[in-house]
Nanobody, 124 residues
Framework: QGQLVESGGGSVEAGGSLRLSCVVS????????MGWFRQAPGKGREGLAS???????NYAVSVKGRFTISKDDNKNTVYLQMNSLKPEDTAMYYC??????????????????WGQGTQVAVSS
């Protein structure tokens, strides 16, 4: 059974930055599309970004230009660099993966596995 463990969340003022990390274990890491989604209290999941096996990235319109997804295959780690944060970015952020095909890794994203999440709070 695979495991995704997020870290890097916290509290930041509007306009600030955070980098989230996700260590992947127990998966055939190279066979998975990786990504991130978030969920704010009382709201549904919002897919944010994905990175495919070949490094191709995809982003939701709401974060494109502010967030950057990347991965380090040697460290089995996926990152989400978040810049110009806004109060509406406040949510629980989840690292996710999918092995069903690249279709599910395109916006609006539909990941099949995810971690426990890391909280991000942005104050105005």
């Amino acid at each position: 059974q695979g495991q995704l463990v997020e870290s890097g969340g916290g509290s930041v003022e509007a306009g600030g930055s955070l980098r989230l990390s996700c260590v992947v274990s127990g998966l055939s890491y190279s066979n998975y599309c990786m990504g991130w989604f978030r969920q704010a209290p009382g709201k549904g999941r919002e897919g944010l970004a994905s990175i495919l096996l070949d490094g191709t990235t995809n982003y939701a319109v709401s974060v494109k230009g502010r967030f950057t997804i990347s991965k380090d295959d040697n460290k089995n780690t996926v990152y989400l660099q978040m810049n110009s944060l806004k109060p509406e970015d406040t949510a629980m952020y989840y690292c996710a993966s999918d092995d069903r095909g690249s279709y599910y890794c395109q916006p609006p994203f539909d990941f099949s596995s995810w971690g426990q999440g890391t909280q991000v709070a942005v104050s105005s």
